[in-house]
Antibody, heavy 121, light 106 residues
Framework: QVQLQESGPGLVKPSQTLSLTCTVS??????????WSWIRQHPGKGLEWIGY???????YYNPSLKSRVTISVDTSKNQFSLKLSSVTAADTAVYYC?????????????WGQGTLVTVSS | SYELTQPPSVSVSPGQTARITCSGD??????AYWYQQKPGQAPVLVIY???ERPSGIPERFSGSSSGTTVTLTISGVQAEDEADYYC?????????FGGGTKLTVL
């Protein structure tokens, strides 16, 4: 059973960089066939896709966040990470990591439990 | 990128049938996926590739597609089905989620 677990600071100051890591267990990031993704949900709002990375390092980002987002992968640790720079209060959200299965298109079959990140001074 | 449009809310009585729609211009060309999210929990996939049901998802959940609209149908709604439901689709531009529909079981 694949499990994903987000970790990182729950409080980030405005203008700083938000950094989160997702640790994958029960499966290898290097196995291919999946996009390793970040998705966020503002309080009381809907889901917003942030971006994904393939095990090879190829990335694709939401155009609305692209200038501030970096997703990286560490296959030796079976982890992938999110960095979001120049954060504001509008970046306060629950951040989920998720595995996207690539079949014809792709969809999210496993999710982490989510972690709340608050941007405040 | 494109948009997926869902009704904000749907209400049904227990045992009735709930239908949640999702509309988008790209849906005739792209598969749609449905997720159920209960308060404080991560989303769970309930339908993939328009109408396929993952293992472990009750048979009362079904999906269909017609033109620019896909529909999630929950037959014989139970109290435990009260949740937010999101449609999702993906193309070369990335992934898009619908705004979500709150299903209330009266």
């Amino acid at each position: 059973q694949v499990q994903l677990q987000e970790s990182g600071p729950g409080l980030v100051k405005p203008s700083q960089t938000l950094s989160l890591t997702c640790t994958v267990s029960g499966g290898s990031i290097s196995s291919g066939g999946y996009y390793w993704s970040w998705i966020r949900q503002h309080p009381g709002k809907g889901l917003e896709w942030i971006g994904y990375i393939y095990y090879s390092g190829s990335t694709y980002y939401n155009p609305s966040l692209k200038s501030r987002v970096t997703i990286s992968v560490d296959t030796s640790k079976n982890q992938f990470s999110l960095k979001l720079s120049s954060v504001t209060a509008a970046d306060t959200a629950v951040y989920y990591c998720a595995r996207a299965l690539i079949v014809d298109s792709y969809y999210f079959d496993y999710w982490g439990q989510g972690t709340l990140v608050t941007v405040s001074s | 990128s494109y948009e997926l449009t869902q009704p904000p809310s749907v209400s049904v009585s227990p045992g009735q049938t709930a239908r949640i729609t999702c509309s988008g211009d790209a849906l005739p060309k792209q598969y749609a996926y449905w997720y159920q999210q209960k308060p404080g929990q991560a989303p769970v996939l309930v339908i993939y590739k328009d109408s396929e049901r993952p293992s472990g998802i009750p048979e009362r959940f079904s999906g269909s597609s017609s033109g620019t609209t896909v529909t999630l149908t929950i037959s014989g709604v139970q109290a435990e089905d009260e949740a937010d439901y999101y449609c999702q689709s993906a193309d070369s531009s990335g992934t898009v989620f619908g705004g979500g529909t709150k299903l209330t079981v009266l």
